[in-house]
């Protein structure tokens, strides 16, 4: 787990795909705004993300027209359809964003012969094996086959990673849920619950960190209040609780033994981090 003191959360959360969105895009942006990408804004406050080359294109649209807060795609050709397409619903935790766009970070920086290498075209399957191991190594099953469709579940049921075989409309799969991968999770009904899709070309390192993120067994820091009922009452909730007292430092030490000189004032008492009182930078404000 970070370091309590750094926590934007009171309480943590498990299994994290109960974890729900933290509202905020700035920690999904930054990954590729170091790389010199475009930032643009809009009247309504959606972000508008380009790259360098403006072969690849980032929506965060909290206006948007649909649920589909984040868009990302990429291209072949800067004027043609795009070659492959990826998206998070509002909410979505935002932490599996960061670690698609941290990859993705890392695939632009290696070039477009890593960010628009596609999946094995003779045996799809057999590459896309390696998205869904983090999910098995972290406990997930192999539901019963569908027609077309693989799916795997964690053992509590509330979260689904699908893989679609055979061949799907590009269109609908940039435009609908109908995409080669959709992974979801959270309470069948209301709010909470979330999909992220990816598109037949995504890259599969790209698919994996978000596999990765979304099977990590280590909870997610939340501010218990800010959750919908429905994901407090589905997860498992475990207050962060404050740092235990350092070890006294030889200043501490110091003014320990003048406090008891005679003729000596008690030492001013050091501050200490508490339940009651804390620092403006223990839990920085939302």
Same mark, same amino acid.
């Given at each position: 787990?970070?370091?309590?003191?750094?926590?934007?959360?009171?309480?943590?959360?498990?299994?994290?795909?109960? &974890?729900?969105?933290?509202?905020?895009?700035? *920690?999904? $942006?930054?990954?590729?705004? &170091?790389?010199?990408?475009?930032?643009?804004?809009?009247?309504?406050?959606?972000?508008?993300?380009?790259?360098?080359?403006?072969?690849?294109?980032?929506?965060? $649209?909290?206006?948007?027209? %649909?649920?589909?807060?984040?868009?990302?795609?990429?291209?072949?050709?800067?004027?043609?359809?795009?070659?492959?397409?990826?998206?998070?619903?509002?909410? +979505?935790?935002?932490?599996?964003?960061?670690?698609?766009?941290?990859?993705?970070?890392?695939?632009?920086? &290696?070039?477009?012969?890593?960010?628009?290498?596609?999946?094995?075209?003779?045996?799809?399957?057999?590459?896309?094996?390696?998205?869904? #191991?983090?999910?098995?190594?972290?406990?997930?099953? $192999? =539901? =019963? *086959?569908?027609?077309?469709?693989?799916?795997?579940?964690? *053992? %509590?049921?509330?979260?689904?990673?699908?893989?679609?075989?055979?061949?799907?409309?590009?269109?609908?799969?940039?435009?609908?849920?109908?995409?080669?991968?959709?992974? =979801?999770?959270?309470?069948?009904? @209301?709010?909470?619950?979330?999909?992220?899709?990816?598109?037949?070309?995504?890259?599969?390192?790209?698919?994996?960190?978000?596999?990765?993120?979304?099977?990590?067994?280590?909870?997610?820091?939340?501010?218990?209040?800010?959750?919908?009922?429905?994901?407090?009452?589905? +997860?498992?909730?475990?207050? #962060?609780?404050?740092?235990?007292?350092?070890?006294?430092?030889?200043?501490?030490?110091?003014? +320990?033994?003048?406090?008891?000189?005679? @003729?000596?004032?008690?030492?001013?008492?050091?501050?200490?981090?508490?339940?009651?009182?804390?620092?403006?930078?223990?839990?920085?404000?939302?």
């Amino acid at each position: 787990m970070p370091d309590t003191e750094e926590i934007d959360g009171d309480v943590y959360v498990s299994p994290r795909y109960l &974890a729900g969105s933290t509202a905020v895009g700035d *920690p999904a $942006l930054e990954p590729l705004l &170091a790389l010199g990408f475009d930032l643009r804004r809009d009247d309504l406050g959606n972000a508008y993300v380009t790259a360098p080359d403006h072969r690849v294109r980032l929506g965060f $649209l909290p206006e948007g027209e %649909d649920d589909g807060l984040w868009r990302i795609n990429a291209y072949r050709d800067r004027f043609g359809p795009p070659a492959w397409g990826v998206s998070f619903n509002d909410t +979505a935790p935002t932490e599996f964003v960061t670690a698609f766009t941290t990859a993705f970070a890392q695939a632009y920086t &290696a070039g477009p012969d890593t960010y628009l290498a596609e999946p094995d075209r003779k045996d799809p399957e057999l590459g896309a094996f390696d998205a869904v #191991v983090p999910l098995i190594k972290n406990g997930w099953k $192999l =539901q =019963q *086959p569908r027609w077309n469709v693989l799916e795997l579940q964690p *053992p %509590d049921g509330v979260a689904t990673c699908e893989y679609t075989t055979g061949r799907l409309d590009p269109e609908k799969e940039l435009t609908t849920l109908q995409a080669r991968w959709h992974l =979801q999770g959270g309470p069948k009904s @209301g709010y909470a619950h979330w999909y992220a899709t990816a598109t037949t070309h995504t890259p599969i390192p790209l698919v994996k960190a978000i596999t990765q993120s979304v099977s990590d067994p280590a909870p997610l820091p939340r501010w218990k209040d800010a959750m919908s009922s429905g994901l407090r009452k589905a +997860a498992q909730l475990t207050p #962060v609780t404050p740092p235990a007292d350092p070890a006294p430092t030889p200043l501490d030490v110091r003014r +320990a033994v003048a406090s008891r000189r005679p @003729g000596m004032l008690p030492a001013a008492s050091v501050p200490r981090w508490s339940t009651t009182t804390r620092s403006a930078t223990s839990f920085p404000r939302r």
